[in-house]
């Protein structure tokens, strides 16, 4: 187990490195933009799939999560003047506090019934900040534009230090996520997942375990919401419809969700997607949907996890073989 | 349906090139000897809203290319960069900075709307480029000094100028035919609601003795107008008020027709004189009051008429009024270029503050662009009953823009706005 | 909140005959694409996430139709076969392609067609709305029931809705057909044993979701306006008259749909900005209390 944590905080430290170095060899402000978004969105899927692929728990409600966070981190920014890090810190406090008590109503049920609680639940959320126009400036969403005080030498009104201060987010998220997963709390979480009832017979608290997966999954993906505020400068509504929700969904289903690394490929499978398209054509509806169509038809499974089936086949077949 | 081919050839070769240039690692900005100004324009193309996108661009492609065939800016063409935000605001936020950053454009010419412009313009505000607004009518985005910044501007119209001359006009009609007893119906955000706060402000304004007995709050692209109709049936006013558009004014006249609501009261509907809605609607009621959005017959000129008429021969639909101010943006753009002869953005926006220009959307046939909030006065603003048929509004009573800029002043004091 | 306008509707005759058939007006209209979105659920457990957008392509066929043949009689059954057509070949051709993998996987390929088809409309009709009016029938003044107004038209709807609901519970109840389908959702397994065809009901089971949700779209079109991407609404309203009523209960869809459409109607007197919220409400207290919905069968 030793072994295995440091081997993932090496590949860490070297990703993390290649991210900061990356912009001196190649200057990109596109590509700048991207990893941004990448976190963003990134920690987003990463921390749905905890719930989807770690415990078996389908939520259509994550959305609310990422919407606490740019909303969260946004109000706090404009009307209390107070410094980054702890306006971070006290909005994934906040989330941590709303997944837990949705998580509470939500995680006894099962399944599809879960699903669409917690979709229940993000829609309502959705009608507060669209109805709270004092507070939330309603469909305007928050505007004005968020202050950025420097902090520890950081300037995240610099796209640099944005990109830098994302990266560094997106590389700490991942192993936090990946420490869940790869430690006794995730193998329980996978039990509950494949069985519930063999794991409540050998003792497991399933109820609770589920909450604290569920108030993990809230509490990672308000940081992609607050990098998200970050890169648009403010907080909108449609952060917490439930399309948003739905992004995530398909950015693991594309990636994979068994591999930990499949929603990250997801995202940047999407991203690519999207930007791309956008740029060749007008008719994004058409050529996207048909790319996704195809996608899954053809692969059936997302793509990370298409390839380590088709390698674990392979190896089966030489062991066999041999 | 418009004609697309133009556009689209430039954007695919646009596109094609960038996603090359991406790919073999040259970035796009700063290229010597650039021959063309590229402007970029985040809109929406797709779903419910799509008509905003292809309106403007058709409107804004007319402009481009009536400037580009006399000789653009001393031989330098104008590229219009047309991309997709599908209506997110985040989406539009990372389109205009794409714009800018990757394809190297020097303006963005903004056609989101609402929170989409919002997004646009913090995009302005963080990479100091100049940024015309299209398309938002929200006071707060020029008005509010939070958002003001140098280098935006807004060449739309106005919620509140509206909110004055309807109020205004419907007070008129009210005094005249003894009505007091009102009810509102427009779309449940932040457009509905601040636009139908501000008519009934300016309505007991102009009449004291009007009432509100009643409101209702349907969501925007809400599906049944039922129980908004029975509501309205039930509670039996004099006269209604409506800020609903496109489809779902749409919408609500078929089902308010089944219940004869536009028989029993008096109704004024903001948005009712728009092509799209007039020629759409089958069985269109006779005698609403509506606001102007684009309407060929106000300003009563002949370059008015001849511009809609252009437009309709092109691209065979009415121009909507999404078109007239994106055609008066690109105006307000290419006039400052000349005079400055230049494309830099800083010189282009000194030359903007204050700028008048000829133009047929003028109520005197000039509009102002105001250098204290960067936004446009002196539009037409009119309304006017309808008929059943072409010309549909024959007859507007202008607004008075003297009497609409000493209350919008005013406005500007009570919400702190200075 | 306005209780007192609320109390004095439900006390006069007039107002409750006219808030009444309007909530049943709402409902019957949302009833007839949730039974479609509960069918196809009950039967092939899945959820057809591509629902509105056949609710969607029912009101563009309606509408092109009336355009060339004037008759609405024409339009909605074309509407109600054309999107029938459409449901059986999306299912035989894409959505058999994914029943063994990842329910989410199925809700992808749903989504990309909700892509496809929203694009497609845009194309085909173009980017703006489009409305096709009141049939001449009945263009006829309202009627007056015990004081309250009752358009012609929506009392036409009604027994229209009501008629192919009770057609619908004769077929799933008492055919061979509707046997056959209640069994193969308990027991495909057991179904395909007995020879028959489980595909194939598949794709009928389908077909007849996309019936349902294409009438809906071709009769509501007098009344509604079309324009791409209009089936977003539809189809977060027919899930939540799906799961209060209980997912693969035609009777639950019935129930949940005039429920949500009288709260609507009497709503909009009462509480008119939390009419949405309510709705949301009930389903989240239906989840919480018995989440398999009104009348639906506890897994």
């Known amino acids: 187990m030793r072994r295995d944590t440091l081997r993932d905080l090496a590949v860490a430290v070297i990703a993390w490195a290649a991210l900061m170095v990356f912009p001196s060899i190649y200057e990109s402000k596109f590509a700048i933009d991207f990893v941004i978004r990448m976190a963003a969105f990134g920690i987003f899927a990463a921390s749905l799939n905890l719930l989807v692929g770690v415990t078996g728990m389908v939520s259509f409600g994550h959305g609310m999560f990422f919407a606490t966070g740019a909303y969260g981190f946004g109000l706090l920014m404009q009307k209390a003047a107070i410094s980054i890090p702890l306006a971070m810190l006290l909005t994934v406090g906040a989330s941590a506090l709303v997944a837990l008590v949705v998580g509470a109503i939500c995680v006894r049920l099962k399944e599809i019934y879960f699903a669409f609680l917690t979709l229940a639940f993000q829609m309502l959320l959705h009608s507060l900040i669209v109805a709270w126009v004092p507070l939330t400036g309603g469909d305007q969403g928050l505007t004005g534009g968020l202050p950025r005080p420097v902090f520890l030498g950081i300037d995240l009104a610099k796209q640099s230090h944005l990109y830098g201060f994302s990266a560094t987010l997106l590389v700490a998220m991942l192993l936090v996520l990946r420490h869940l997963a790869e430690t006794p709390f995730g193998y329980t979480l996978r039990l509950i997942r494949d069985n519930p009832e063999r794991a409540h017979f050998l003792g497991v608290k399933v109820f609770w375990m589920r909450l604290a997966a569920f108030v993990a999954a809230g509490s990672i993906a308000s940081v992609g919401g607050i990098i998200m505020a970050l890169f648009v400068s403010g907080a909108f509504p449609e952060f917490a419809n439930w399309t948003m929700s739905g992004e995530a969904i398909f950015m693991i289903m594309l990636g994979g969700s068994t591999v930990f690394l499949g929603p990250i490929a997801g995202t940047a499978i999407l991203l690519v997607l999207n930007d791309f398209v956008t740029r060749l054509t007008e008719h994004y509806g058409l050529t996207l949907g048909l790319i996704i169509l195809l996608f899954t038809l053809g692969l059936r499974k997302g793509l990370l996890d298409f390839i380590a089936d088709a390698i674990a086949r392979r190896r089966e077949r030489a062991g066999q073989g041999g | 349906m418009s004609k697309t081919q133009y556009p689209r050839r430039r954007f695919l070769k646009t596109g094609a090139a960038a996603a090359a240039a991406v790919g073999l690692g040259f970035p796009m900005v700063g290229r010597a000897q650039a021959k063309t100004i590229k402007v970029g324009m985040p809109t929406i193309l797709s779903g419910r809203v799509a008509m905003l996108g292809t309106s403007s661009r058709n409107a804004v492609m007319t402009e481009v290319e009536k400037f580009n065939a006399a000789g653009g800016l001393g031989g330098r063409t104008i590229e219009m960069v047309i991309r997709d935000s599908k209506g997110q605001p985040q989406e539009a936020a990372r389109v205009a900075r794409e714009l800018v950053n990757t394809d190297g ?314 | 909140m306005d209780f007192a306008t609320l109390a004095n509707c439900l006390g006069s005759p007039a107002c409750v005959v006219t808030q009444a058939t309007s909530g049943l007006i709402i409902g019957m209209l949302l009833f007839l694409v949730a039974a479609g979105l509960t069918l196809i659920f009950g039967v092939l457990k899945v959820i057809n996430f591509t629902h509105g957008a056949f609710y969607m392509l029912g009101a563009y066929f309606a509408y092109s139709i009336f355009r060339v043949t004037d008759s609405y009689t024409l339009a909605v059954i074309g509407a109600a076969l054309g999107v029938g057509l459409f449901g059986l070949v999306f299912e035989r051709l894409f959505m058999s392609r994914v029943y063994g993998s990842n329910v989410l996987m199925q809700l992808l390929v749903c989504y990309s067609f909700i892509l496809i088809l929203d694009d497609a409309v845009k194309l085909i009709w173009g980017p703006e709305f489009k409305s096709m009016g009141m049939p001449p029938t009945f263009m006829r003044p309202p009627l007056f029931i015990a004081g309250g107004v009752v358009p012609p038209f929506y009392l036409f709807l009604i027994g229209v809705t009501c008629f192919i609901g009770i057609v619908l519970w004769l077929v799933i109840g008492r055919t061979r057909f509707g046997k056959i389908i209640r069994a193969a959702a308990h027991n495909p397994g057991m179904v395909s044993a007995l020879g028959l065809n489980t595909e194939m009901i598949y794709g009928l089971v389908f077909a007849l979701g996309g019936l349902l949700a294409g009438l809906a779209g071709g009769l509501a079109a007098p009344v509604r306006s079309m324009v791409s991407g209009m089936g977003f609404s539809i189809l977060i309203e027919s899930f939540i008259v799906t799961v209060i009523g209980g997912m693969g209960s035609i009777i639950g869809a019935f129930v949940a749909a005039i429920l949500l459409g009288l709260t609507r109607s009497f709503g909009s007197l009462g509480f008119p900005l939390f009419v949405d919220g309510a709705m949301f409400l009930i389903m989240a207290l239906v989840l919480v209390i018995k989440p398999s919905g009104l009348f639906g069968k506890e897994a």
């Open chain 2, 105 to 418: 454009c020097e303006v963005i010419f903004d056609c989101e709307a609402s929170s989409g412009a919002f997004a646009v313009h913090e995009v302005a505000r963080d990479l100091g480029v100049l940024c015309l607004h299209n398309i938002s009518e929200t006071s707060a985005l020029t008005a509010d000094p939070k958002n003001r910044i140098p280098n935006a501007f807004r060449t739309a119209r106005q919620g509140i100028h509206d909110s004055i001359a309807g109020g205004s006009y419907a007070a008129g009609v009210a005094k005249a035919k003894g009505i007091k007893r009102w009810m509102t119906c427009s779309p449940d955000y932040a457009y509905g609601r601040d636009t139908t706060a501000e008519f009934v402000e300016y309505l007991k304004h102009f009449m004291p003795e009007a009432e509100v007995v009643g409101e209702a709050w349907p969501k925007l692209f809400q599906p049944d107008y039922t129980e908004v109709v029975t509501k309205i049936v039930q509670t039996k006013p004099q006269a209604l008020y409506s800020c609903l558009w496109g489809g779902d004014l749409t919408s609500f006249i078929d089902q308010g027709n089944l219940y004869g609501l536009f028989q029993a009261s008096e109704i004024f509907a903001v948005n009712m004189a728009d092509y799209t809605t007039l020629t759409v609607v089958k069985n269109l009621p006779r005698g609403i009051h509506s606001g102007n959005r684009y309407i060929k017959t106000f300003p009563k000129t002949g370059a008015n008429a001849a511009w809609g008429d252009a437009y309709r021969a092109k691209y065979n639909e009415y121009p909507t009024n999404w078109s007239w101010e994106s055609a008066l943006g690109m105006q307000f753009l290419t006039e400052a270029m000349k005079k400055v002869n230049s494309a830099d953005g800083k010189k282009i926006a000194e030359a903007l503050r204050g700028m008048k220009v000829q133009t047929p959307f003028g109520a005197d046939g000039t509009v102002t662009m105001r250098a204290e909030d960067q936004t446009v006065v002196g539009y037409a603003v009119g309304w006017g009953t309808t008929i059943p048929g072409e010309p549909y509004v024959p007859e507007v009573t202008a607004g008075d823009w003297n009497l609409i800029l000493r209350l919008e002043a005013e406005w500007k004091k009570r919400k702190g706005f200075g």
